[in-house]
């Protein structure tokens, strides 16, 4: 298992060189990032997104990091919702990135640790965190402690991919992990500008199946070939080159960066007696909905 302190600090480091990561890109309609959330949670527009929101009354971002999904989530729902962002690494970057929206607050929380005295949610949004806790399961079920009856459970979290991409993966983690923040940033440096380049083509070309690499047959651009079966080499050109460059050094510095299943995570959700109502499993991750019934 990764070390605690070390994915710490890599996070701590992360969101304190890049206070409004990705932020601009989440809030806009129709962008890619935007259209990520949306479509992996079950929602074709932002329409629909609104309407899932609607009546809530009370819902926690857990693991809000800056808060560009928190301030998501304030641009869908009425203003009478109150949001709560928990982070144990980013909480004032987040509260200086929210000060100005109504009705919303911030705390230092750790997802493993008391969060009794948050109250009860109706929804709980916690996507793209519990991977990089130490007891991922652990922590959502201490999460799901938080649910008001009749509330929901939003999750995300990284699967279990090709065996060429996990081996690559693992192996550039091992070798940079140890390393500081802008030694880190220079070596994710040049696997951003391969990203880049690959992405700039502008190639498509048809595979076929290949089991033993978990390649499934179909008609892939370049970039995304190599980026689902072999190598985690981000490019958005939506966003700067040191955000780009930010978002490969999320994936590849922290320690702890479990990948999981999907049986395994519905196994999660039956242990806490929740009634899944959405799954999707994308090319990168995991996307759960749960339901407790009383």
């Given at each position: 298992?990764?070390?605690?302190?070390?994915?710490?600090?890599?996070?701590?480091?992360?969101?304190?060189?890049?206070?409004?990561?990705?932020?601009?890109e989440?809030?806009?309609?129709?962008?890619?990032?935007?259209?990520?959330?949306?479509s992996?949670?079950?929602?074709?527009?932002?329409?629909?997104?609104?309407?899932?929101?609607?009546?809530?009354?009370?819902?926690?971002?857990?693991?809000?990091?800056?808060?560009?999904?928190?301030?998501?989530?304030?641009?869908?729902t009425?203003?009478?919702?109150?949001?709560?962002g928990?982070?144990?690494?980013?909480?004032?970057?987040?509260?200086?990135?929210?000060?100005?929206?109504?009705?919303?607050s911030?705390?230092?929380?750790?997802?493993?640790?008391?969060?009794?005295?948050?109250?009860?949610?109706?929804l709980?949004?916690?996507?793209e965190?519990?991977?990089?806790?130490?007891?991922?399961?652990?922590?959502?079920?201490?999460?799901?402690?938080?649910?008001?009856?009749?509330g929901?459970?939003?999750?995300?979290?990284y699967?279990l991919?090709?065996?060429?991409?996990e081996?690559?993966d693992?192996?550039?983690?091992?070798?940079?992990?140890?390393?500081p923040?802008q030694?880190?940033?220079?070596?994710?440096q040049?696997?951003?500008?391969l990203?880049?380049?690959?992405?700039?083509?502008?190639?498509?070309?048809?595979?076929?199946?290949?089991?033993?690499?978990?390649?499934?047959?179909?008609?892939?651009?370049?970039q995304?070939?190599?980026y689902?079966?072999?190598?985690?080499?981000?490019?958005?050109?939506?966003?700067?080159?040191?955000?780009?460059v930010?978002?490969?050094?999320?994936w590849?510095?922290?320690?702890?960066?479990?990948?999981?299943?999907?049986?395994?995570?519905?196994?999660w959700?039956?242990?806490?007696?929740?009634?899944?109502?959405?799954?999707c499993?994308?090319?990168?991750?995991?996307?759960?909905?749960?339901?407790?019934?009383?």
């Amino acid at each position: 298992m990764g070390n605690v302190q070390q994915t710490y600090e890599s996070f701590r480091n992360k969101w304190t060189h890049n206070r409004e990561l990705a932020f601009v890109e989440t809030l806009r309609e129709g962008s890619e990032i935007q259209n990520w959330i949306l479509s992996r949670n079950g929602f074709s527009n932002a329409a629909a997104f609104q309407q899932w929101l609607s009546g809530r009354t009370r819902v926690l971002d857990a693991g809000c990091g800056n808060g560009r999904v928190t301030a998501l989530l304030r641009c869908n729902t009425p203003v009478e919702t109150a949001l709560v962002g928990i982070d144990l690494t980013a909480a004032d970057v987040a509260r200086e990135n929210l000060e100005a929206l109504p009705n919303v607050s911030v705390m230092q929380k750790d997802l493993l640790g008391d969060l009794s005295d948050l109250g009860l949610f109706d929804l709980i949004y916690c996507q793209e965190v519990l991977h990089h806790t130490a007891d991922p399961r652990g922590a959502f079920l201490n999460l799901c402690k938080q649910l008001a009856p009749r509330g929901e459970i939003a999750i995300y979290v990284y699967k279990l991919k090709a065996p060429m991409r996990e081996f690559a993966d693992d192996f550039i983690r091992d070798a940079i992990s140890s390393l500081p923040y802008q030694a880190a940033m220079k070596e994710m440096q040049e696997i951003t500008l391969l990203g880049k380049t690959l992405s700039e083509l502008g190639v498509k070309i048809t595979v076929p199946e290949v089991k033993v690499l978990g390649i499934e047959a179909g008609e892939y651009d370049v970039q995304r070939l190599i980026y689902h079966f072999f190598l985690k080499c981000f490019w958005n050109p939506g966003l700067t080159m040191e955000e780009n460059v930010a978002i490969n050094y999320d994936w590849y510095h922290p320690q702890l960066c479990t990948r999981h299943t999907l049986d395994e995570v519905l196994g999660w959700f039956a242990a806490a007696d929740l009634s899944v109502i959405h799954h999707c499993v994308d090319p990168y991750g995991i996307t759960v909905r749960g339901v407790r019934q009383s």
